[in-house]
């Protein structure tokens, strides 16, 4: 028996109240029972993002209290290993994370179910043993390279190493779940599971004795990521079995691998543009300057993950679109997408501005100083929601070639202008090299989806495409 919001309305509250409430109700209905696929974009996108929320909870506990354990100096070298660490995982996949979110749903529409087979499992095994390979040169590279580095990031990046191959896994997982819309099981394993098993192991490593260093804290972070990824593989298998029958595989990896390294150029790109300014803070400050600007950058994600879920939402609406060839529908899902990004992101940045400075110093009163960083960087996030999820609107276009080049400039453009100013003005030079190229990133992405599919992609854009949105509603 499926809840209704209105039934329950009309049951127990008074009579004028449900009839006012009814028009949101009645939505909250549609959204809740997923009847058409505007609907389960939407609910995906929700759940995705309560995800985010609670994870962004989990995060903020247990980062303060790692800081507070460790202190400034050893909390920002595991910062910056562990950033390392995942870019690399995550660029290691080579987009195999986003294909298969754009071939399962056409192979399963076509039942081609040999190629489906072999899609999931090329992904999987090409993702665990490229980083494998990358590992060991990794670690060939910073043993050849010791005299050059730091004495107290040689140890830690030596075992952050480990950790790449089920980074990976876990990423090309979160790909295969959210092909099928599994959104819980997409998310729920990297974003609420693994940090939770990471304050557990250094929580019982700290009271076993261990000291709270950085390599203690990577450790923990090892173990919980193994224990994660292999636990959410068992799920993700066990749940294919139910929709793919048995039967033999049928490998086409470099048809695949066409459509994936454009997809890889665009995410690793923007992955990079993501946490680049933590790496140049390393590359110019001390461990304890690069602890501050990753807590207010982690303080920032809280604005950030509404974009994050709302993507997890739409790529597979995106591409379902495309098959059916209906570019009105397109453009006004495309428009909606936007607003669902733009207005949660500007209320949750204008609550963080507030709030900052107290969440700021729960990691310690030095972790203050990070508070400036926030007006300047919140600017560039907002700036970034305004267009939505256009780059996965893009590449579920097959336009992944073209946004590849706008994330390469872009990057390009944050790394001059970190270059420049962090040496001049320290964090906040950083935090306007970043703000900066975000702004200069809506911008672009905007005007590449206008002429290259021709939709106005922005919050505040009217026309035709939104009322054929609402209509599907």
Not at 51 to 63: D, E, N, P, T, Y
Not at 83 to 88: D, E, H, N
Not at 371 to 382: A, Q, R, S, T
Not at 454 to 468: E, R
Request: net charge positive; hydrophobic share 55%.
């Amino acid at each position: 028996m499926r809840f209704s919001a209105v039934k329950a309305a009309d049951r127990f509250l008074p009579e004028k109240l449900s009839q006012r409430l009814g028009p949101w109700l009645s939505r909250l209905d549609q959204l809740l029972d997923g009847s058409n696929e505007h609907a389960v974009a939407q609910r995906v996108s929700l759940i995705a993002f309560l995800v985010r929320v609670v994870s962004a909870g989990i995060a903020l506990v247990s980062q303060v209290i790692f800081a507070r354990w460790m202190g400034p100096f050893e909390y920002g070298i595991f910062v910056l290993v562990w950033v390392t660490v995942v870019i690399l995982g995550n660029l290691s996949c080579l987009g195999f994370q986003t294909t298969v979110i754009r071939f399962v749903p056409e192979y399963l529409e076509r039942k081609q179910f040999d190629h489906l087979r072999g899609i999931l499992f090329t992904s999987k095994a090409f993702a665990v043993s490229i980083t494998t390979c990358i590992a060991l040169v990794g670690a060939a590279v910073i043993y050849a390279l010791r005299d050059k580095i730091e004495v107290y990031y040689i140890a830690p990046f030596l075992v952050g190493l480990i950790c790449l191959p089920m980074i990976a896994l876990g990423d090309t997982l979160d790909g295969t779940a959210r092909s099928r819309s599994w959104v819980l099981v997409a998310l729920t394993p990297t974003y609420i599971i693994r940090p939770i098993l990471t304050l557990a192991v250094m929580s019982l490593s700290h009271f076993g004795g261990f000291a709270p260093t950085a390599m203690t804290a990577i450790g923990s972070a090892i173990i919980a990521t193994y224990l994660t990824s292999l636990f959410q593989l068992y799920v993700v298998c066990d749940r294919f079995k139910a929709v793919v029958p048995p039967g033999p595989r049928a490998i086409y990896f470099k048809d695949w691998f066409a459509v994936s390294l454009p997809i890889f150029l665009v995410e690793g790109f923007f992955f990079l543009l993501t946490n680049a300014d933590v790496l140049m803070v390393g590359r110019y400050m001390e461990p304890d300057k690069v602890a501050t600007y990753y807590a207010t950058v982690k303080l920032l994600a809280l604005v950030h993950f509404v974009y994050f879920s709302v993507k997890a939402g739409a790529a597979q609406r995106y591409a379902e679109l495309m098959q059916n060839y209906d570019h009105a529908q397109l453009e006004g899902f495309a428009r909606d997408t936007a607003r669902w990004t733009f207005w949660p992101s500007l209320a949750m940045a204008i609550v963080l501005l507030v709030l900052g400075k107290p969440l700021l110093w729960l990691f310690g009163a030095q972790f203050t100083e990070g508070y400036p960083l926030l007006f300047i960087m919140v600017i560039g996030v907002v700036a970034r929601a305004s267009v939505g999820p256009a780059e996965s609107l893009l590449n579920m276009a097959g336009k992944q070639k073209i946004c590849a080049i706008v994330y390469a400039v872009t990057l390009a453009v944050n790394i001059c202008l970190s270059i420049l100013m962090i040496p001049l003005y320290g964090l906040a030079g950083a935090a306007c090299a970043t703000a900066a190229s975000m702004v200069f990133e809506a911008l672009v992405l905007a005007l590449t989806v206008y002429n290259r599919l021709n939709i106005t992609m922005f919050v505040f854009a009217g026309g035709p495409g939104t009322k054929s949105a609402k209509e599907e509603i």
